[in-house]
């Protein structure tokens, strides 16, 4: 973020899994469109993260 620090997002929807957040979002300008993958261990940690820009 301190790259960007100008940028911002916009909440589309998320879906929660059993072990697995899938948020997706995009820029306020609306120019990319993001899908972030955040993988729980068993304590409801995040353990890995994967994002895809769009």
């Known amino acids: 973020m301190q790259l960007y ?3 911002r997002f916009l909440l589309k929807r998320f879906q929660v899994e059993e072990n697995r ?3 997706y ?3 306020d300008d609306r ?3 993001c899908i972030s993958k955040l ?3 068993s ?3 995040i353990e890995r993260m994967e994002v895809v820009y769009i």
């Open 39 to 41: 993988h729980l261990n």
């Open 21 to 23: 957040i899938v948020v």
């Open 5 to 7: 620090p100008h940028y």
């Open 31 to 33: 120019q990319t469109h």
């Open 25 to 27: 979002y995009m820029t």
């Open 43 to 45: 304590a409801g940690l």
